[in-house]
Structure formats: structure tokens, C-alpha cells
């Protein structure tokens, strides 16, 4: 299924766009030579796109050999199946989580600020996508999904402190500003993401002391 409001980064064909390449470098094969590191990860971008559209179950390695301009061939040489092709997806975008996570400044009042989410999606949007929208619907990926969300919620949890319902309280955050840059990442425009940081930490700030007895 594919998610609501959720626009393909592939061309309307189901091809990435791929660098230029002389005849002679194609001649041979059909396909462009690119060293094996630069072709695993131009396969894995492909990959990422296509299962942001459909998840892991509507997407068949079909879709990402077209996608990423190979044969089935050269993906299964990266790639030894579709699963883990998708485990590879939901790694990169956690990692991209962490990432986020590890300046001065990731943790605020309230736990990750918004701008460090933000930051995690902005460094690989469709792959933030598949983490967040399709993986925790997915059985056998959503400990993926679920990971993410407890390390979230445990630095949240952390920042709030002693205050009444501190778990529901930091549930209730995460889920709040993961929904919120999903949204902006689709339909906002990424010149005025300070705009949208500002305004999401200002509705969280009120939220959170409606429901804290010390604020």
C-alpha cells in the first residue's frame, strides 16, 4: 500500500535518475561501470525510494533493478534478497537517527528537539519514511521502528524529569514531533524549516506544561 500523500522520488518511468556515461563505458555490459562500492550504494538509494512508495511487501526486487537501472543480476550480487535489502534501508536511516542525536544541543527540555528529528530526515527522507510510516506495520521490521522509538523515548523521558505521566508524557512527545516532520518533510517547504522547528517546539513547550505539575 502505498502511503498517503507520499510522492516517488523515481521518475514516472521507475528510473532514477543516473550520472552520464560515454558508449564505450556501456558497451560491453548494457550497463554503467561504476566501481562496486558507488553501484551498492546507488542500488540501496534506488531501493530506498522504491520501498518508500510501497513498503517492504508491495515492492518486488523488479521495481528496484528498474529503479536503479541494473539487472536483477547485479542487485543480487550487492544484495542477496529483498529482505535484507530492506534491513540495509531501516539500518541507514537509524543510523541517521544517531547521527542526529550526537551533537551538543540533540537533547533538549523536552528530549530530542525537533530540529534534531528534523535533522535525521532531512539526511535521508525517503529512508526516514520507510523507518517511521511502513516498518512499524510491517512484523518482521518493525523491531526496526520500535528501536528507534524507544531510543527517542527514553532520552525523553530522561529531559522531562520527575513530572506526573512521565512515560505517556514522553510517548506522547515523540510521537507528536515524529509525526510532525513527517508531515513537513512531505509538504513543507525545506526554506522554511527554522519556521516550522519554532512553531513545533513552541506547541510541544505548551503541551508539555499543560500536563507537568512543576511547569
Known sequence: VVAPGWRSSVTSDGDVLMPSVSRAATASTGWPRLPRPERKAL?????????????????????????????????????DSKENLYDAVLRSARENLERALTPAGSIGRFGPTTAT????????????????????????????????????????????????????AARATISYVVQAVLVWVEDGDEKLDHRFVMGTEAALKAGVRSWSKSG
Open 43 to 79: 542500488i540501496l538509494a534506488a531501493a530506498t525510494s522504491a520501498f518508500a512508495i510501497g513498503g517492504y511487501t508491495a515492492t518486488s526486487m523488479a521495481d528496484i533493478s528498474r529503479a536503479a537501472g541494473v539487472s536483477h543480476l547485479i542487485v543480487y550480487t550487492h544484495f
Open 117 to 168: 528529528v528534523l535533522s535525521a530526515a532531512r539526511a535521508g527522507e525517503n529512508g526516514f519514511r520507510v523507518l517511521w510510516w511502513h516498518a512499524p506495520r510491517e512484523p518482521a521490521f518493525s523491531y526496526h521502528a520500535d528501536a528507534a522509538r524507544n531510543r527517542l523515548e527514553a532520552a525523553s523521558r530522561e529531559a522531562l524529569g520527575p513530572i506526573e505521566h512521565v512515560a505517556w
